[in-house]
């Protein structure tokens, strides 16, 4: 370990404290994609009071921010994210997310002027399917961005990210309401539109590849029992290998949903709920970099079984890796078999290993800085 190394841990350890209150007040408080706007502020409130020059509003949207340190030539960006699922609260970890990105610019940012690189920190809202980091992208967020980085908690570590690229829609069927018992032939059902649309989707699967999921939820299926329901809605989630694949499936699935509105006579919307989530482009260097620095930490990297999964969990970081150079570790609290979106799972989001998890996190994160701005990676 060289003398810029430790004196990031060092840095990392100075901040530790504060970096696990922001982590639990966040655990503590969580806000839904786009509604994070006290999860925001308390994000850049620390980078703030920690030397950052922070913008609010950044890219016009209300609860993404900026926060940028230094002024050397190789720019590197950390991703923040800090939406919490509905329902369950944290239970992906972001909370970890906005820690583990804080430390490592903090810590990164004390050594801005040596190592000849400018630290910043993105506050990216909506990562749970609303596409967020698609958005700022759009927007010009990342222009001139030399690198980008995050780690995401998991159940143990996992250093590549291999996620599905993913589209979300919102399913909606109308039909026409009516008696069930006196006039049912008066109406047109769109429940039923539904339950033909399901088991399509189920048949179809005997044809997908496994590198295809498809799944969703019904959010609203009627609302009494004697009247025959007007109109439904759902949620649905098409995830493949990549974009091409995506969009093949997702042509395969609309015919599904068709068939329920030819079925019952109903008319079907569909719209979607963000641009498709892209699959990922690793900069293998920056990987192999930071699981060697993982490793150097302690940390027990694992390729294979079942606690491994969560690599393939689809991020709109993987659209940012198309355009700018990136890695996307996972980072493990040792809980298998609790596992991501699990309510369990925000239970280990605070408390002592999720305290080392973000100590870990920041400086393989910071570390692996070091090394992109000493070009030690090949």
Same mark, same amino acid.
């Given at each position: 370990?060289?003398e810029?190394?430790?004196?990031?841990?060092?840095?990392?350890?100075?901040v530790?404290?504060?970096?696990i209150a922001?982590?639990?007040?966040?655990?503590?408080?969580? !806000?839904?994609?786009?509604?994070?706007?006290?999860?925001?502020?308390?994000?850049?409130?620390?980078?703030r009071?920690?030397?950052?020059?922070?913008?609010?509003?950044?890219?016009g949207?209300?609860?993404?921010?900026?926060?940028?340190?230094?002024?050397?030539?190789?720019?590197?960006?950390?991703?923040?994210?800090?939406?919490?699922?509905?329902?369950?609260?944290?239970?992906?970890?972001?909370?970890?997310?906005?820690?583990?990105?804080?430390?490592a610019?903090?810590?990164?940012?004390?050594?801005?002027?040596?190592?000849?690189?400018?630290?910043?920190v993105?506050?990216?809202?909506? !990562?749970?399917?609303?596409?967020?980091?698609?958005?700022?992208?759009?927007?010009?967020?990342?222009e001139?961005?030399?690198?980008?980085?995050?780690a995401?908690?998991?159940?143990?570590?996992v250093?590549?990210?291999?996620p599905?690229?993913?589209?979300?829609?919102?399913?909606?069927y109308t039909?026409?309401?009516?008696?069930?018992?006196?006039?049912p032939?008066?109406?047109?059902?769109?429940?039923?539109a539904?339950?033909i649309?399901?088991?399509?989707?189920?048949?179809?699967?005997?044809?997908?590849?496994?590198?295809?999921?498809?799944?969703?939820?019904?959010?609203?299926?009627?609302?009494?029992?004697?009247?025959?329901?007007?109109?439904?809605?759902?949620?649905?989630?098409?995830?493949?290998?990549?974009?091409?694949?995506?969009?093949?499936?997702?042509?395969?699935?609309?015919?599904?949903?068709?068939?329920?509105?030819?079925?019952?006579?109903?008319?079907?919307?569909? !719209?979607?709920?963000?641009?498709?989530?892209?699959?990922?482009?690793?900069?293998?260097?920056?990987?192999?970099s930071?699981?060697?620095?993982?490793?150097?930490?302690?940390r027990?990297?694992?390729?294979?079984?079942?606690?491994?999964?969560?690599?393939?969990?689809?991020?709109?970081?993987g659209?940012?890796?198309?355009?700018?150079p990136?890695?996307?570790?996972?980072?493990?609290?040792g809980?298998?078999p609790?596992?991501?979106?699990?309510?369990?799972?925000?239970?280990?989001?605070?408390? !002592?290993?999720?305290?080392?998890?973000?100590?870990?996190?920041?400086?393989a994160l910071?570390?692996?800085?070091?090394?992109?701005?000493?070009?030690?990676?090949?």
């Amino acid at each position: 370990m060289n003398e810029a190394k430790k004196r990031v841990q060092a840095d990392v350890g100075s901040v530790r404290d504060e970096l696990i209150a922001l982590s639990e007040s966040l655990q503590r408080n969580p !806000e839904t994609a786009w509604k994070e706007f006290e999860s925001a502020r308390k994000v850049a409130e620390v980078l703030r009071r920690n030397g950052f020059e922070v913008t609010e509003n950044f890219a016009g949207l209300p609860t993404a921010f900026h926060a940028r340190l230094g002024s050397g030539t190789k720019r590197i960006g950390y991703m923040a994210e800090y939406d919490a699922l509905p329902g369950i609260g944290h239970a992906c970890g972001h909370n970890l997310i906005s820690a583990m990105s804080v430390g490592a610019a903090i810590a990164l940012a004390q050594r801005a002027g040596e190592l000849g690189i400018t630290v910043e920190v993105f506050g990216t809202p909506a !990562e749970e399917g609303g596409g967020g980091k698609i958005e700022m992208l759009d927007r010009g967020a990342f222009e001139g961005l030399d690198f980008a980085m995050m780690a995401h908690p998991a159940p143990v570590d996992v250093a590549r990210a291999v996620p599905f690229a993913v589209s979300h829609s919102a399913i909606r069927y109308t039909g026409r309401a009516a008696h069930a018992a006196a006039y049912p032939t008066h109406g047109r059902n769109a429940a039923d539109a539904f339950t033909i649309a399901q088991v399509a989707i189920g048949m179809l699967r005997q044809q997908l590849p496994p590198s295809v999921r498809v799944h969703g939820i019904v959010t609203s299926g009627g609302e009494a029992p004697n009247a025959i329901p007007q109109t439904t809605a759902g949620r649905w989630y098409v995830r493949a290998k990549d974009m091409a694949e995506l969009a093949e499936t997702e042509e395969k699935v609309r015919r599904c949903f068709e068939a329920g509105a030819l079925a019952t006579g109903c008319d079907l919307e569909i !719209e979607p709920e963000s641009q498709p989530y892209s699959d990922f482009r690793t900069h293998e260097a920056a990987l192999k970099s930071y699981e060697q620095n993982a490793v150097e930490l302690g940390r027990e990297l694992v390729t294979e079984g079942p606690e491994t999964e969560m690599c393939r969990a689809s991020t709109d970081m993987g659209n940012v890796s198309q355009v700018v150079p990136a890695i996307h570790p996972y980072i493990g609290l040792g809980c298998f078999p609790v596992l991501n979106h699990q309510k369990e799972f925000a239970d280990h989001c605070t408390g !002592e290993a999720a305290g080392r998890t973000v100590t870990d996190g920041a400086t393989a994160l910071a570390w692996t800085a070091v090394d992109l701005a000493q070009g030690r990676m090949t």
